[in-house]
T-cell receptor, first 112, second 114 residues
Framework: EAGVAQSPRYKIIEKRQSVAFWCNPI?????LYWYQQILGQGPKLLIQ????????DSQLPKDRFSAERLKGVDSTLKIQPAKLEDSAVYLC??????????FGPGTRLTVT | GNSVTQMEGPVTLSEEAFLTINCTYT??????LFWYVQYPGEGLQLLLK?????DKGSNKGFEATYRKETTSFHLEKGSVQVSDSAVYFC?????????????FGTGTRLQVTL
């Protein structure tokens, strides 16, 4: 069974630029999560989708972050414009409803 | 709100030493508890879990017991190997409506030497 796929693995951008990350969850997993992991900290949930609907986006900085999950499968997370403090690893995870989450390898973003 | 506190790292041990990484939590209701491991350059992998009080999760020689009375879920292994070097995250999952959100601790880096 293929795991959660993410791309790109690494991205370096300048502040005020925009960036997008892509995630393909495990086939059949209805729930998809995006986490932000700042160096030295645990992952923090940004947004949770159930199929293509948003379940929880309470910690998503909506002035600059957006996410969508078209057709209930792949998802993209966008940052526009980026700030220095957005430098982090962005993790995507998926799960069957209310079961353990499986994580992708993450995208390491550096904002200079 | 929900929170997880785990012991500061890094933890440095010699191979075959006994490992304990402490984890305590604060949560309303009855959360599920997890330990995730993150090897260098990789994503998080579920190591073990426990879904109710007194449950013991175990995997690859690691164990943790869900202690409701002390709100703890300490990770233990009797004999660590160099290949266990990684960052270990304690987490809890609490349901809010249809959402099932993981709250993580800050992670504990384990370094095992020969």
């Amino acid at each position: 069974e293929a795991g959660v796929a993410q791309s790109p693995r690494y991205k370096i951008i300048e502040k005020r630029q925009s960036v997008a990350f892509w995630c393909n969850p495990i086939s059949g997993h209805a729930t998809l999560y995006w986490y932000q992991q700042i160096l030295g900290q645990g992952p923090k949930l940004l947004i949770q989708f159930q199929n293509n609907g948003v379940v929880d986006d309470s910690q998503l900085p909506k002035d600059r972050f957006s996410a969508e999950r078209l057709k209930g499968v792949d998802s993209t997370l966008k940052i526009q414009p980026a700030k220095l403090e957005d430098s982090a690893v962005y993790l995507c995870a998926s799960s069957l409803v209310r079961v353990e989450q499986y994580f992708g390898p993450g995208t390491r973003l550096t904002v200079t | 709100g929900n929170s997880v506190t785990q012991m500061e790292g890094p933890v440095t041990l010699s191979e075959e030493a006994f490992l304990t990484i402490n984890c305590t939590y604060t949560a309303t209701g009855y959360p599920s508890l997890f330990w995730y491991v993150q090897y260098p350059g990789e994503g998080l992998q579920l190591l073990l879990k426990a879904t109710k009080a007194d449950d013991k999760g175990s995997n690859k020689g690691f164990e943790a017991t869900y202690r409701k009375e002390t709100t703890s879920f300490h990770l233990e292994k009797g004999s660590v190997q160099v290949s266990d070097s990684a960052v270990y995250f304690c987490a809890l999952s609490a349901r809010t409506g249809t959402a099932s959100k993981l709250t993580f601790g800050t992670g504990t880096r384990l370094q095992v030497t020969l």
